[in-house]
Nanobody
Framework: QVRLVESGGATVQAGGSLRLSCVVS????????MGWFREAPGKTREGVAA????????YYADSLEGRFTISQDADHNTIYLQMNSLKPEDTARYYC???????????????????WGQGTQVTVSS
């Protein structure tokens, strides 16, 4: 059974940094996408960053302006989201997700992911 557990969310001041982690377990194939998504109150869930678990290719939302970096550890069991120069508009609940049996075509599209973690809250104060 696939399981994703996020951690690392916190309240920080604008300009600060955070690193989110997502431990993924219960998968058998090495070929899949993992993504970070966020959902702010009153807004739809949006893609932040994604990584191809097999070859390490990464994808980012244009709006991030290079402030966030997605990565995975050597064992590929944990993905990270390094967030720098945080802004109040980055405040949201952040979720990691894993591709299911249906192949992801658009890595930043949340509707294409099947497995989700419970999320971790990031609050950026001004």
């Amino acid at each position: 059974q696939v399981r994703l557990v996020e951690s690392g969310g916190a309240t920080v001041q604008a300009g600060g940094s955070l690193r989110l982690s997502c431990v993924v377990s219960g998968y058998s194939s090495d070929s899949f996408y993992m993504g970070w998504f966020r959902e702010a109150p009153g807004k739809t869930r949006e893609g932040v960053a994604a990584i191809n678990h097999e070859n390490g290719a990464t994808y980012y939302a244009d709006s991030l302006e290079g402030r966030f970096t997605i990565s995975q550890d050597a064992d590929h069991n944990t993905i990270y989201l390094q967030m720098n120069s945080l802004k109040p508009e980055d405040t949201a609940r952040y979720y990691c997700a894993k591709e299911g049996e249906v192949v992801v075509v658009h890595p930043l599209s949340p509707v294409e992911y099947h497995y989700w973690g419970q999320g971790t809250q990031v609050t950026v104060s001004s």
